[in-house]
């Protein structure tokens, strides 16, 4: 398969993600009546989505012919297999560990697996997962006024 074939592909599947999380976006009302409601971010991301993947596949299209094939990476298929499990297991943890726990670990963990041995840089990831999820739990807790979940750090 051809870097080309997989970008029309990549970029055909995320237009139907994009699409279906909108569709099932739809029956989300909002509580407070005039309030943009929590339908309103899933929305936003599936329409970026939808544009995105149009953009891609528009950008492809554009492209000169791609002749020479994609070689099937053993380290790519790794990677996601790891990244899938990441998330399911971020999902699973999150209510246990809470916010501030649940994503510093996935962050760090996200950016290990995307790394590789030249640019892995440990110290680096260990900042930006806590310091990523420290301005994050800030601006839910004090800003929008959304507690997010404490976990095993509830006091």
């Known amino acids: 398969m051809t870097e080309k074939q997989k970008n029309f592909i990549c970029s055909i599947l995320f237009f139907l993600f994009g699409l279906f999380m909108y569709i099932q976006s739809l029956p989300i009302t909002p509580v407070v009546g005039k309030d943009l409601g929590s339908g309103f971010m899933p ?22 012919k791609d002749k020479k094939k994609v070689s099937s990476n ?42 590789n041995e030249d640019n892995r840089k440990v110290k680096t990831f260990a900042i930006i997962s806590i310091a990523s999820s420290a301005v994050i ?19």
């Not at 939808?50 to 000169?64: C, D, G, N, P, Q």
């Open 43 to 64: 929305k936003l991301i599936a329409v970026a989505i939808i544009i995105l993947s149009v953009i891609e596949f528009v950008l492809t299209m554009l492209k000169k």
């Open 74 to 115: 053993s380290t790519d298929m790794k990677g996601g297999i790891l990244t899938i499990v990441s998330i399911a297991s971020y999902a699973l943890f999150y209510d246990y560990l809470g916010f501030l726990l649940s994503t510093t670990l996935y962050l760090f963990i996200q950016m290990v697996i995307l790394s």
């Open 137 to 155: 739990y800030v601006v839910f807790n004090n800003v929008i006024g959304m507690q997010l979940p404490a976990g095993i750090l509830e006091i």
